[in-house]
């Protein structure tokens, strides 16, 4: 059974690939053609942790195969010096239930996230778009830049976190990493990362929106994937009723997004308010942007399909590359 840690996944599953198997996942999943239950949450550490169980099978394709995902989130981690969020995927045969490996399950759910933002973006965000925000400095952060700058021409990236060390940290990161030339810098202000902006991403553990409805720009497309549960949001409600609406999948929106959440409950935005699904973009059932000045936002709360689509492309490149040998990372 293959063994396959963060470097060896980082390795197989290139941004560029993640967003076209994120293409691919979520036109399965509005095909219908993948079998995924509910996921279940479990809240821990005093009820400031969750712990999420996400399986999915897909058998239409070449590498047929069930994933099973366990990732925690625990924010309070970091005044311990451990990181948020933890994670192992099982790939098991679809065919025969034989297992075929294990994954780190932070690293692929950071990768794949990212991508599915990125497949967003690339359906929804002008065509010219220049000028990234970015709201948080971890991991998530970090992939949904490079997301961002695999499916648009970015040349300028700003950075907010209140601690300003980290987000000075990240973007001295990515300005000694990248290979394509672009600014990162960290801002000051929420309204400072967003002036002029053409695409905002907000990756934080906020529980509270992270910047005004003011300050946000005619034609913004805003990735939101922070948040996951119905009391927590990072985008104010009157940005959401601007905006419209793509989620990656309406049931769970439904239940657990509480930047769509909370504005129904204040009467600004009501079911129907949700666009549409992005399977359904993707497969062209739907409109994408209406107009250049418009505001469009996509929030994601995740979807075992991504896991499992994720880690046939893993496996797929991985088997080429001789990566991944018995034991753990």
């Not at 099978?57 to 451990?82: I, M, Q, T, Y």
């Not at 192992?88 to 990212?114: E, M, Q």
Request: aromatic letters at 2%; hydrophobic letters at 45%.
């Amino acid at each position: 059974m293959r063994a396959l840690g963060p470097s060896e996944i980082a390795r197989a599953l290139p941004m560029a690939d993640a967003v076209e198997a994120m293409r691919d996942a979520f036109a399965a999943h509005a095909e219908g053609t993948v079998l995924a239950p509910a996921r279940s949450v479990l809240r821990t550490g005093g009820g400031s942790g969750a712990t999420l169980v996400m399986p999915a099978a897909l058998e239409a394709a070449d590498l047929p195969l069930l994933a099973v995902k366990v990732v925690s989130v625990f924010p309070e981690n970091r005044r311990h010096g451990l990181p948020s969020i933890h994670g192992t995927v099982l790939a098991i045969d679809a065919a025969t239930g034989v297992p075929k490996a294990l994954l780190d399950g932070a690293s692929l759910t950071a990768i794949r996230t990212a991508a599915a933002c990125g497949v967003a973006a690339d359906c929804l965000a002008r065509p010219e778009s220049r000028v990234l925000a970015v709201f948080g400095s971890g991991v998530h952060a970090r992939t949904q830049v490079e997301a961002m700058r695999t499916v648009r021409g970015i040349e300028e990236v700003r950075i907010f976190n209140p601690n300003v060390p980290s987000a000075r940290a990240m973007a001295d990161e990515l300005a000694m990493s990248s290979s394509a030339p672009c600014g990162f810098r960290a801002v000051g202000s929420p309204a400072a990362a967003l002036a002029g902006a053409d695409i905002a991403c907000a990756a934080t553990t906020s529980r509270v929106p992270v910047f005004e409805d003011a300050d946000v720009p005619d034609g913004l497309h805003l990735s939101a994937i922070g948040s996951f549960k119905p009391k927590d949001r990072e985008i104010p409600g009157a940005t959401v009723a601007r905006a419209r609406i793509v989620v990656d999948d309406r049931e769970s929106a439904l239940e657990e997004a509480g930047d769509l959440l909370i504005p129904m409950s204040e009467g600004l935005i009501d079911e129907g308010s949700i666009h549409c699904s992005l399977g359904d973009l993707v497969l062209d059932r739907c409109e994408g942007r209406a107009s250049s000045t418009q505001v469009t936002l996509f929030k994601s709360v995740g979807l075992a399909v991504q896991d499992v689509v994720a880690t046939q492309a893993v496996l797929r490149r991985a088997a080429a590359l001789g990566l991944g040998g018995s034991g753990v990372w």
